[in-house]
């Protein structure tokens, strides 16, 4: 690894996000210039603009040093940044008062950077505005990607930037929009920012004020989950519902698929496997769930409640209407199932990714008809091309992987926290599927508060594993990795 530049770069994108910190300052400011919230955000802001620049002043970079970025350093650096991001934006809630102590604290933040919208608060209305604000900033930057927005702000990274881009994005294929990366992360950014626009003004239309409006925006577009009531979205009406329906699904489609569709590429848009079957499973089990609780009588309204459960999870967006924890066992455990599979390849959810669970049953039909016909030659197609062998062992090694992971946190959490397996097993799902609810104690209505340390640290591990695609985190652990 190149320790100089992984150092620089590091300290460019904690330089980035303390500026960014500035605007939940704000509205601490105004609502309490003198507030002890105020001081903990503009200490936390000094304090990283003051490190940062002093790295940067001593760790200078040539020009030839950006050509030099290897698969190794964009993993490091991607894996370091967001550990070192959820520290520091972990001191505002600390020094403000706001939690008990400082596992809390990076807990909360790295629910909100991995847009995973798991929360330790038990009373989400009684917080700060500005600490309000920065835990749905937190979703915003990491819903798209932190490294994906300094490439796009602050391109002087060489023609290696495709390590940094690659280490980042989420799915099975980094895709481009331009054979630049510069102009594919300023493209993607700048369709994330109109939808941003778009539903925060539907969402003023529907009659919230601007704060809760962008509050809810930014954890909708990057499928984070917090919400400044703590009803969630069930504390609005039907239209403002179904707006954060919409754009929930939105967000779990690539957003390679959303540029193209404004470009007017609709017959490629269509065509798409992994859309088709993530939009057509989201039909039927609306459809499933709507007939199951208008039938049963659980819900007053049960298209609408069936169809924003089913796409807040699968989305992996996380928010809530109704609470599911009393539905029946059967949708209780197709939700479960939901958890694992996440939206599509590109999006902002989280999850093993559509596109994976469709390789995976591929691989297997292909393994059972070899077995059958020794000799047959099959080549796994996707969206009617071959993929390589290095891509499908690739899915078969994020299975395993995820699959080890887990139910390694299962199975550590039933020990640090005494919990029955129904919720030690949904939490270490939902922390490295990036949801945020599961059942029984961490359901819908429930939080994290009652936790111990070790299990908010585990939780904590699996957020920032899922978001970065396991390997950004795990490569941390490799004593290779620190090697020059």
């Known amino acids: 690894m190149h320790k100089r530049f992984v150092t620089n770069i590091v300290a460019r994108i904690v330089l980035v996000v303390c500026v960014l910190m500035l605007f939940p300052l704000l509205w601490a400011v105004l609502d309490n210039a003198h507030s002890r919230e105020v001081r903990a955000f503009a200490g936390t802001i000094v304090f990283g603009l003051f490190t940062s620049g002093v790295i940067l002043a001593r760790v200078r970079l040539c020009k030839a040093d950006f050509d030099k970025i290897t698969a ?74 932190i490294i994906v927005l300094y490439i796009a702000l602050l391109p002087a990274l060489g023609a290696n930037t495709f390590q940094l881009y690659k280490a980042e994005a989420p799915g099975l294929d980094v895709e481009r929009i331009d054979p630049r990366i510069r102009e594919t992360a300023k493209k993607l950014w700048t369709i994330y920012f109109g939808f941003t626009i778009l539903q925060t003004l539907l969402m003023m239309a529907g009659g919230m004020d601007l704060f809760d409006a962008l509050c809810h925006t930014f954890g909708t577009i990057a499928t984070g989950g917090f919400s400044t009531k703590n009803a969630s979205l069930g504390h609005y009406n039907a239209y403002l519902q179904w707006v954060v329906i919409i754009f929930m699904y939105l967000a779990g489609v690539n957003f390679i698929l959303h540029f193209q569709m404004i470009r007017g590429k609709f017959e490629s848009v269509f065509k798409n496997e992994e859309l088709r079957i993530y939009t057509g499973l989201i039909v039927f089990l609306i459809t499933v769930f709507a007939l199951v609780l208008g039938m049963m009588e659980l819900s007053d309204a049960p298209v609408r409640d069936a169809a924003f459960q089913v796409v807040a999870i699968i989305t992996t967006t996380g928010f809530g209407t109704a609470d599911f924890n009393l ?120 939080n994290y508060a009652w936790m111990s340390n070790p299990g908010k640290w585990i939780l904590t591990f699996l957020m920032l594993a899922g978001r970065l695609e396991l390997y950004s985190i795990l490569i941390l652990f490799m004593p290779t990795t620190w090697k020059k």
């Open 72 to 145: 190794k350093d964009g993993l490091a650096i991607v894996g370091l940044s967001w550990v070192l991001l959820s520290a520091l934006g972990a001191l505002p809630l600390y020094f403000s008062g706001v939690v008990a102590t400082f596992t809390d604290a990076f807990f909360e933040v790295a629910s909100g950077f991995t847009t995973t919208g798991a929360t330790i608060f038990t009373d989400i209305e009684a917080l700060p505005r500005g600490i309000l604000f920065w835990r749905s900033l937190t979703h915003w930057l990491g819903g798209m990607g």
């Open 327 to 446: 539905w029946p066992t059967g949708l209780q455990f197709i939700l479960v199932m939901l958890m694992f599979v996440g939206g599509c390849g590109g999006s902002t959810g989280g999850g093993i990714k559509i596109v994976r669970f469709v390789l995976s049953v591929k691989i297997a039909l292909r393994s059972i008809h070899q077995t059958v016909i020794p000799n047959a030659v099959m080549s796994i197609r996707f969206n009617n091309k071959s993929l390589s062998d290095s891509v499908v062992a690739g899915v078969l090694s994020y299975f395993t992987i995820f699959t080890l992971l887990f139910l390694s946190g299962a199975m550590l959490l039933t020990i640090t926290e005494e919990c029955d397996l129904v919720t030690s097993f949904t939490a270490s799902v939902s922390a490295l599927s990036n949801i945020g609810p599961g059942l029984a104690k961490i359901g819908p209505t429930e």
